[in-house]
């Protein structure tokens, strides 16, 4: 009802309520907390976007190496790579390209540069979003790098790492039912299953309210300046979901519950083994500037 302040309880109460629940962190009846055990990296930088809005890319080059070195447990940026990336590896970069918000170029091109510097063959990379179906190198990729901003969006309530990859299947209308619930599906498909090294969940201006599909407004993204890193495509996007969140109640003064409630996110780690959602088994890693961090 117009008007009407939703409560978290009412949102808990929602019909997808058990993942909403999950991702802001509220333990299900008899659920005990387990151990971490998936590590998510969560780097951000106050400089990383100047006055214009526009990125730094040796700042946000710096950002991505930070964030992979603490990731892997490395000292040096190239060790880490090498834990992620081999020479002999065919790497696909799966980026995002949405006119309004998309990944950014020189992010696409400090993580090609970390590749080629492992020692992968020019040949053997490539950057692309709605033609991988095609692309020759995705065709015989054996790693994946997938990389895209968060943002709210109509379908599946948020735009997030798992949703990157449904430009690998023929018909993406086909998986937005249910709050795009079967997201998870797609990597399990042979073209992805066991083949994403890393996830980079831009948060540089995320959105966090949008309103019908394709939805976009200045008003409604922010300078976060962030970046959140981690091999746990669900773990990472959990991650993000609670800061978009807690964004979304300080904007508009209120609970107001992500809708439709993204629980493709935790969908993907239970039903189709992606990863894990709880924060309780998510070691968060935080790095560098931590104002108004919302987490």
Not at 1 to 7: D, F, H, N, V, Y
Not at 141 to 153: K, W
Not at 193 to 217: A, D, E, I, W
Request: charged letters at 25%; hydrophobic letters at 40%.
């Amino acid at each position: 009802m117009k008007g009407k302040r939703l409560s978290r309880r009412d949102f808990l109460a929602a019909g997808s309520g058990a993942a909403a629940a999950t991702l802001l962190g509220v333990p299900r009846p008899g659920e005990s907390s387990d151990q971490p055990s998936s590590r998510v990296v969560l780097v951000r930088h106050e400089n990383v976007l100047g006055e214009d809005g526009q990125e730094d890319s040796a700042v946000l080059h710096e950002m991505l190496n930070r964030a992979v070195k603490a990731l892997m447990g490395e000292t040096e940026a190239a060790a880490a790579w090498r834990r992620l990336i081999s020479p002999s590896d065919v790497v696909g970069i799966k980026t995002n390209v949405w006119k309004f918000l998309r990944t950014p170029p020189a992010l696409e091109n400090a993580i090609r540069e970390e590749v080629l510097a492992v020692g992968v063959r020019p040949e053997d990379v490539a950057i692309d979003d709605r033609g991988v179906p095609s692309n020759p190198v995705f065709q015989r990729a054996t790693a994946i790098i997938n990389t895209r901003p968060m943002r709210t969006h109509h379908w599946s309530g948020l735009g997030t790492s798992i949703k990157n990859m449904i430009m690998f299947v023929p018909r993406p209308a086909d998986y937005h039912g249910d709050a795009c619930a079967p997201l998870g599906a797609i990597w399990n498909l042979p073209e992805v299953k066991g083949k994403v090294r890393l996830n980079v969940l831009v948060m540089l201006t995320p959105q966090f309210h949008g309103v019908g599909p394709h939805s976009y407004s200045p008003k409604h993204v922010w300078p976060y300046r962030g970046l959140i890193v981690g091999t746990d495509p669900v773990a990472v996007d959990a991650t993000g979901a609670r800061i978009i969140q807690a964004k979304r109640d300080l904007f508009f003064g209120e609970e107001r519950p992500i809708s439709p409630p993204p629980h493709h996110i935790e969908i993907a780690g239970e039903r189709y083994g992606l990863g894990v959602s709880d924060p309780a088994q998510i070691e968060l890693v935080r790095l560098g500037w931590m104002e108004e961090a919302l987490i």
